[in-house]
Structures are given as C-alpha cells and as structure tokens.
C-alpha cells in the first residue's frame, strides 16, 4: 500500500468485484462514517451499488445508512440490538418510500441472513465497544459474498492520547484492528486516517476496507 496525501490515507486499488443485476454503473451512495470526514460519493469504499444488491448495515448509525442503500437500489438491512434504532430505520425508510429488514439481534447473531448472500456489510461507529470482534467478524464473513467488503469507521485510537492515556491503553489500535480482521480470513486493502485540521492535529477517525478471503 502506498500513502496519498497529508492525512496519511492508504490505498491499494482491486478489480471491484461485479454487482447483481440492473444498473452495471457505479452509483455512489452517500453512506456516511463519521462527522467532518468525507462520505463515500468521495471515498467509494462500497463499490457498485446496484440494483439486486444486498447491503447491510451493522448497527444503526446515526446516519441509518441501510436507508441510504435501498434508496439507491439495494435491498438494505439494518441489524441493530436496540429495537429503538431500528424504529428510526423504519420511520425514516417510510419517509423515503424504500424498504429496509430491520433485525433485532446481536451484531454477531446473523443467523437470519444466508450465508454467501451479502455484497457489502458497513459498521460506521457501531462496534468500538464490542467485546468480542472476532465472533461479529466471523458472521460478517459467513454472510458476505467471496471477495467482497467490510467497511468499518471508528474514532480514531490515537485522537484520546494523552499523558494520562498513553496509545494501546485506551480504544483498540490500528494493529489490532489489522490483526483480528486478518484473522478472522479478511484482507485489509483500504486504510484511511481522516479529520486532521489545524484545529484537530490528530486523524479523528478510522476507516478500514476488508475483503472477504476464502469461502
């Protein structure tokens, strides 16, 4: 991977893996990872959002970007604990005339979605606190299709340091976060520090791309 730009952004760029039937062009959806940091109309960490596909969104985010995949063709589902953010999924999905499948259920409790079945799963800030990423990591991979991704945003682990907080005391570190993906079968290919500014030094959040590896 080679490093583009200021804010210490990674690339590696992949063949995109093809789509479902209906549109063949890339469509950007506005799915959102985090506050003050781009979405993915500039990231296009996603890939092609066609019609057909299936999109999940892995916790509710404050952006319900399940809402946002079915408005652009995908057939979204949204997998949330809480059965108040999945009311919001459901209220905002009416408003915007889509259909989203709201499961309640534990983030790593994808017994409802078939295995082999989804094109790509987006965590935008859902999973910094749990506790057992490689049991949700392992779901993930079951229910994605071959080679396609996992988009995970998260503060960034080193916006807390501090005298008090030394790196790797506080939140999970970008190593960890390479190494339980790497070995729950996933391929990193997309690392991205974003939210530097003059007045924020620090990158304020993390996003990775993992693509499924193996069957």
């Not at 952004?9 to 985090?34: D, F, K, L, Q």
């Not at 779901?139 to 080679?147: G, N, T």
């Amino acid at each position: 991977m080679k490093a583009i730009g200021r804010q210490g952004t990674w690339r590696r760029e992949i063949p995109a893996a093809s789509g479902g039937s209906g549109n063949t062009g890339i469509v950007a959806a506005n799915i959102i990872y985090g506050s003050g940091i781009p979405d993915d109309r500039e990231l296009r960490l996603c890939g092609d959002v066609t019609d057909g596909w299936r999109a999940v969104e892995l916790g509710v985010s404050p952006w319900r970007n399940a809402v946002t995949f079915a408005a652009n063709g995908a057939k979204a589902i949204a997998v949330d604990p809480d059965p108040e953010r999945l009311a919001s999924v459901r209220r905002a999905a009416e408003a915007a005339e889509v259909t989203v499948q709201c499961l309640a259920t534990d983030l790593a409790d994808l017994g409802d979605i078939t295995s082999g079945t989804c094109d790509v799963v987006v965590a935008a800030q859902t999973l910094l606190d749990v506790d057992d990423l490689s049991r949700v990591f392992r779901q993930v991979h079951r229910v994605l299709k071959a080679s396609m991704p996992l988009v995970i945003s998260v503060p960034h682990p080193y916006a807390s340091v501090s005298n008090d907080e030394p790196y790797g005391a506080g939140p999970r570190t970008v190593g960890e976060w390479f190494i339980t993906l790497g070995r729950s079968n996933f391929r990193v290919d997309h690392l991205l520090e974003l939210g530097a500014s003059p007045l924020s030094p620090a990158p304020t959040t993390l996003v990775l791309r993992a693509r499924k590896e193996g069957s």
